[in-house]
Nanobody
Framework: QLDESGGGAVEAGGSLRLSCTAT????????MGWFRQAPGRQREFVAR????????AYGLSVTDRFTITRDNHTNTAYLQMDNLKLEDTAVYYC?????????????WGQGTQITVSS
């Protein structure tokens, strides 16, 4: 199970931080990440972090603005979002997997709304 928090509304140029805590079967946690989906658009990869190595990857539209980190003690991943733009408005979904393969995701959070206004 994944518990998300931290969504909300912010003006363009502002910052928000999302949190996602994995509960239950966490001993085999391979990676965590976020996707987002805006109305009328396809789901988009945002960021991921490999749990053991902390190797990270970002979608092209968020590189240099978003930072993903993790706390191994609390099984929590964080997505720090800076310099937010109008086009960042979407529902953000936390996801995790026991696999290290980039395209494999098994567990999903409930989603949290991020709204960026001008």
């Amino acid at each position: 199970q994944l518990d998300e928090s931290g969504g909300g509304a912010v003006e363009a140029g502002g910052s928000l931080r999302l949190s996602c805590t994995a509960t239950g079967r966490t001993a085999s946690l391979g990676k965590m990440g976020w996707f987002r989906q805006a109305p009328g658009r396809q789901r988009e990869f945002v960021a991921r972090i490999l749990w053991s190595s902390r190797i990270v990857a970002y979608g092209l539209s968020v590189t240099d603005r978003f930072t993903i980190t993790r706390d191994n003690h609390t099984n929590t991943a964080y997505l720090q979002m800076d310099n937010l733009k109008l086009e960042d408005t979407a529902v953000y979904y936390c996801t995790s997997s026991d696999s290290h393969i980039a395209a494999e995701w098994e567990y999903w959070g409930q989603g949290t709304q991020i709204t960026v206004s001008s």
